[in-house]
């Protein structure tokens, strides 16, 4: 992103700068708060809290693994703790369920969670990236209208997104966008409130000193926000992209009156195919095509983990 | 009105390309059926929506009509499944007939067929329909009219029939279904005496069920001078709401919502051994009991038990119907004929035909379960006794009162009664609504 | 949306009569907007289209005019001026859906921002390591589709099956989730399980975003971790526990996946339970009315009581604030 042009003086301005924000942050990376000890007591009473929220979180996923190895009877008919078979019939009992999502998904179950990474993953970077702009715009700049576009948005909000489907099947339907990957991209990477946090964290964690030594070094405003600002809003965007990126994965409303091709569904129109027949109650099979959904998320979780630390440039001038 | 909603949505549509262009994102990846285009070079394309359960082990929609399109190359069909409510595929499907880009064929419940109707979404193709009137029953096919024009061809049937397990039956002395609702009264408390139960009261059902038990002596909708005449509270509704009140009064009943796991669960453990039960319901019992007096389950036509006099009522069947917009309605009926009357692969999803053109056989493992019995045929014997039941344009809304009503009554906040009720304020609202009109 | 504002703009810097905006100004009223284009034009095509298209079709209602008993299969949009607010305005079933979640966001919201905040302080305190672990843990519901964890706990609630409920009556607690005073707190739970985890990681961020130095300065000045967390770490959340109190009432009062996949165990959880259940309901016709009009109604109506709600919460906020 920053390497395009580096015989530039603003390039040369925003390495500088981007060196000192890493300098300050690789101080404070080990600066953990040593000195702070806890007595044994609050660290007994926190570690408890901790694990019994995380059995609280974590249970009904506990349950969902284990009734996504059960055929409908015994779903209702077994001990709902543990399989209902050994331990040795496991593999069958699992690929039974799984080829019962796969036969209810026509065979496209992995390309529908193709088609989720694609929708999820084009829509949330977009997403991100807008937001994060428009967040630090109205943060960082005057503008004609600005109080009116942040009203207008926040007001946005308060509309139920759900309802606007229909509309937006209208429009999408008129310029011949229907039943197309832009149809779901498109809406899904707009979020208000990807821009409120965006404005938000722009707001709260960028100095103003930064911006303007970076602007006295003759970086331009382009430079400046990829190189400086985008690194300093990282645990932000983090939180606005995984927002995005789950809102996107999770959503059914919106592909579900978008896309009528097979090979355009997302692979929760599956899932929710499943439930919106009353005569369906192969829910294992359910459970076990929810499970292998979230797996993308973990993973993309577990990948995100490093730009979490990225934010403790927020205080580089004042320190 | 409408053509002024038309340049509303060209204006907005306008507005929006625009905004596409400067967004930069204009026309990758379209990958877009042609469906506004059905005919290409001599070939008839059809397309077809339905929400069939193409479960594993079923014979796939796809593969059905990959049949059709092999042997007629000039009409090539393409199929595709709606993953949602019916509710929800009618929505989508009245906004696409609006802009003109719906399928040929679609699969509309008979409940929902008047509805659809009135909401300008068929087409009538009534010329096309006749030669193929013979090849299905009666009673389904006039479901498929409205106003003596028909507007597609039945798919399946929902005759309302009673499935009992036999043995636990004889275990309780009980050597026969009884066949009077006050026999069947008694029999049910001694059953719930022994902690069974040969009758269940299912809430979130009632719109179909209840609706379909009440008709069986006959209809509540009919037309009078082009107005509608509605009757809810018949002497059937009444006897329904009397025969189920004293099973929920002496606790002598189930009152599990049908698709709530506690019903599977009362078939599983025991619990329940009869119920009404449609036609279309026999492969779930199966699964939902996991081998559970497998080879002792019977099915029986219903007894006189709501002053039917031997008569029975619909839940639930679907027709195809024909869209508005279809260019080929001659060659998607010749198609659909040909669909609805493939019937042991239609039998594999679960449906009971309502085509006659031959006999619908008993797969084994229905039988199996069934103690040998054939109990396709006992679905038909339902089916021609069925009565003469119209359902009324909205009536998904009556439905929808009626369940969260009925709920009432099994908690015992409320009477079933009071579905009735209920069902005749909906109804005439519904009606006036839509701007129909309703004699009083 | 810039295309228009841009020459709007130098239009008006031109005009003599004005002071004349310095050339600093305008640069930053030109990159302001620049920034903002993209989302602006995005937001455009997918909110403020659909939206001024509700608004026009709540003064529409969908009926027929083709006579006969069934209309003559053609419903025609007629205009009925402020008829679907009036519906919507003096229906019982609505005020009564408006009730229901204002309830349910008194309650909730406040536990769930709570609860959040509270593990995010504990996460981010330092005392335990494997952070990683907890902050995954509770984020996982999070990644649930609604309609699924849903399903999954009424699976939990039900009487027959669940381990909890049988866990519970075996030590001789006898719970019903689906009784008609707990059915609202049974929804609540699912809500609070599901996006608990999500809020925590918005205070995390927010967290992180701290400079470290602030908690030198503390330190030497002798403060101990609780204090540190009340008088640094609180304080510096605060922007985001606002924003994520906001959201989180503008998403309870949409309640809508909970109470939906709820009615398979409850069937007399009715179709205009919720606000917004009673719009997608009417917009589907499953209530009559039905149809996009009053359908629109109920949503532009909910909208404005939410608007109301927000304000209002603003304000008192500020008013806290100022004090």
Redesign the interface.
């Known amino acids: 992103m920053s390497t395009v042009n580096v015989d530039s003086k603003e390039a040369r301005a925003a390495a500088r700068a981007r060196k000192k924000a890493d300098k300050i942050r690789d101080q404070h990376a080990n600066d953990l708060p040593r000195s702070m000890q806890p007595s044994a007591l609050v660290k007994t009473v926190t570690v408890v809290v901790l694990v019994a929220a995380l059995i609280y979180f974590l249970f009904p996923i506990y349950w969902a693994i284990i009734a996504s190895t059960k055929t409908p009877s015994e779903m209702t008919g077994s001990n709902g703790l543990w399989f209902a078979v050994g331990i040795t019939d496991l593999p069958g009992a699992i690929a039974k369920n799984y080829s019962t999502l796969l036969g209810w998904t026509r065979g496209q179950f992995w390309r529908w969670v193709l088609n989720s990474l694609i929708y999820s993953g084009v829509s949330a970077l977009i997403g991100t990236l807008v937001a994060v702009m428009a967040g630090y715009a109205t943060a960082k700049f005057n503008f004609r209208g600005k109080n009116i576009a942040i009203g207008v948005i926040m007001g946005c909000m308060l509309m139920p997104a759900a309802l606007l489907t229909i509309p937006q099947y209208s429009i999408f339907h008129a310029v011949h966008l229907t039943n197309t990957m832009l149809s779901i991209i498109i809406p899904c990477c707009v979020s208000p409130f990807g821009f409120f946090l965006g404005r938000v964290y722009a707001q709260t964690s960028v100095p103003n000193e930064l911006l303007e030594a970076a602007r006295i070094d003759g970086a331009s405003e382009a430079r400046i926000f990829f190189t400086i600002v985008l690194r300093i809003l990282a645990p932000a965007m983090v939180t606005i992209f995984l927002f995005l990126f789950v809102a996107t994965w999770n959503n059914f409303l919106l592909p579900l009156m978008m896309v009528s091709s097979d090979t355009l569904k997302p692979v929760t129109l599956g899932l929710y195919g499943m439930v919106s027949l009353a005569t369906f109650t192969d829910r294992g099979a359910l459970m076990m095509g929810a499970l292998l959904g979230v797996l993308p998320v973990i993973v993309l979780f577990l990948g995100l983990q490093r730009y979490w630390q990225a934010g403790l440039a927020a205080g580089a001038v004042k320190g | 009105m409408v053509s002024f909603n038309k340049r509303l949505m060209a204006g907005l549509a306008a507005v929006a390309a625009l905004s596409m262009g400067l967004a930069g994102c204009g026309s990758q990846s379209n990958t877009g059926t042609s469906e506004g285009d059905s005919s290409d070079g001599g070939v008839v394309n059809i397309t077809y929506m339905h929400r069939l359960p193409d479960n594993d082990g079923m014979v796939l929609v796809n593969d059905i009509v990959a049949k059709w399109n092999k042997e007629h190359p000039d009409i090539q069909v393409k199929a595709t499944k709606f993953d949602g409510k019916a509710s929800e595929m009618i929505k989508k499907l009245e906004t696409d007939v609006k802009s003109g880009e719906a399928p040929d064929l679609a699969q509309v419940g008979y409940a929902e067929l008047p509805e659809v109707f009135t909401k300008g979404m068929l087409q009538d193709v009534t010329q096309y329909a006749e030669q193929y009137k013979n090849d299905f029953a009666s009673g389904p096919y006039s479901l498929v009219q409205v106003d003596g024009k028909a507007y597609g061809l039945p798919q399946d049937t929902g005759p309302l029939v009673y499935f009992y397990n036999k043995a636990e039956f004889e275990k309780l002395g009980i050597t026969e279904v009884p066949q009077s609702a006050s026999d069947f009264i008694a029999a049910a408390k001694k059953a719930a005496a022994a902690g069974k139960y040969i009758m269940s009261y299912q809430p979130d059902e009632a719109g179909n069920m209840i609706s379909g038990l009440a008709g069986a002596s006959g209809g509540w909708y009919k037309v009078k001078d082009n107005a509608w005449v509605v009757n809810t509270e018949t002497d059937g509704s009444k006897a329904v709401a009397d025969f189920y009140q004293q099973l929920l009064d002496a606790k002598a009943v189930t009152t599990n919502p049908r698709w709530d796991p506690t019903f599977d669960a009362s078939i599983k453990n025991g619990e329940l051994i009869g119920t009404v039960a449609a036609a279309w319901e026999a492969p779930l019992f199966m699964t939902s009991s996991g081998g559970t007096g497998s080879g002792e389950w019977q099915v029986a036509q219903l007894g006189d038990w709501f002053g039917n006099a031997g008569k029975t009522g619909p839940d639930g069947g679907s027709a195809v119907a024909v869209l508005k917009n279809s260019k080929h309605p001659k060659e998607a009926m010749e198609f659909l004929d040909w669909f609805n009357t493939q019937i042991s692969d239609l039998v594999s999803q679960g449906l009971v035909p309502a085509a006659t053109t031959e006999d619908a056989k008993t797969p084994d493992d229905w039988s199996t379960f069934f103690g040998g019995q054939d109990i396709m045929s006992e679905f038909k014997t339902a089916n021609n006794n069925m009565g003469d039941f119209t359902y009324m344009p909205g009536f998904s809304a009556v439905a929808a009162k009626m369940n969260e009503t009925a709920a009432k009554a099994s908690d015992g906040s409320g009477k079933v009664a009071d579905i009735f009720s209920e069902a005749q304020t909906t109804s005439v609202d519904t009606l006036k609504n839509l701007g129909l009109s309703v004699a009083e | 949306m810039?295309?228009t504002?841009q020459p709007a703009?130098t239009g008006v810097a031109k005009r003599a009569a004005k002071p004349k905006r310095s050339d600093a100004?305008r640069r930053?009223?030109?990159?302001?907007?620049?920034?903002?284009a993209?989302?602006?034009?995005?937001?455009?095509?997918?909110?403020?289209?659909?939206?001024?298209?509700?608004i026009?079709?709540s003064f529409?209602?969908?009926?027929?005019?083709g006579?006969?008993?069934?209309?003559g299969?053609?419903?025609?949009?007629?205009?009925v001026g402020l008829q679907n607010f009036q519906y919507v305005i003096t229906s019982g079933a609505f005020w009564a859906g408006v009730g229901r979640v204002v309830i349910y966001t008194l309650i909730q919201v406040p536990i769930m921002i709570i609860?959040a905040l509270?593990?995010a302080m504990?996460?981010d305190?330092?005392?335990?390591k494997h952070i990683?672990?907890?902050r995954?843990?509770?984020?996982?519901?999070?990644?649930?589709?609604?309609?699924?964890?849903s399903?999954?706990?009424?699976?939990?609630y039900?009487?027959?099956?669940?381990?909890i409920v049988?866990g519970l009556a075996a030590l001789g607690i006898k719970v019903n989730f689906f009784a008609d005073n707990v059915v609202l707190g049974s929804m609540a739970n699912i809500t609070t399980?599901t996006f608990?985890?999500?809020n925590m990681?918005?205070f995390?961020?927010?967290l992180?975003?701290?400079?470290?130095?602030?908690?030198?300065a503390a330190?030497i000045d002798g403060a101990?971790?609780?204090q540190?967390a009340m008088k640094i770490k609180l304080p510096?959340v605060r922007?985001?526990a606002l924003?994520a109190m906001l959201?989180s009432i503008?998403g309870t009062?949409?309640l809508?996946n909970e109470p939906q996949?709820m009615?398979?165990?409850?069937?007399?959880?009715?179709?205009s339970y919720t606000p917004?259940m009673m719009?997608?309901?009417t917009?589907?016709?499953?209530?009559?009315?039905?149809g996009?009009g009053p359908?629109?109604a109920v949503?532009i109506v909910?909208?404005l009581i939410?608007?109301v709600l927000?304000v209002a919460y603003t304000l008192v906020e500020r008013k806290v604030n100022a004090e």
Do not use: C
Request: charged fraction near 10%; proline fraction near 5%.
């Open positions: 810039t295309a504002t703009k100004a930053e009223n030109r990159t302001g907007w620049a920034f903002m993209p989302f602006a034009i995005l937001f455009a095509l997918v909110f403020i289209l659909p939206i001024v298209w509700a026009y079709s529409f209602r969908q009926v027929t005019v006579g006969g008993a069934y209309g299969g053609e419903l025609v949009n007629k205009f609860a509270a593990l504990l996460v305190s330092y005392i335990v990683t672990a907890f995954l843990g509770y984020f996982l519901p999070y990644a649930i589709p609604g309609v699924v964890a399903i999954i706990w009424v699976y939990l039900n009487g027959q099956i669940s381990p049988k399980w608990t985890g999500y990681l918005i995390l961020a927010a992180q975003a701290i400079p470290h130095d602030l908690y030198e330190r101990n971790g609780f540190i510096n922007a985001a924003l959201l503008v009062i949409q809508f996949v009615t398979i165990s409850d069937p007399s959880i009715s179709k917004m719009a997608l309901n917009s589907q016709g499953t209530l009559t009315p039905g996009d359908a629109s949503a909910m909208a939410a608007g927000a």
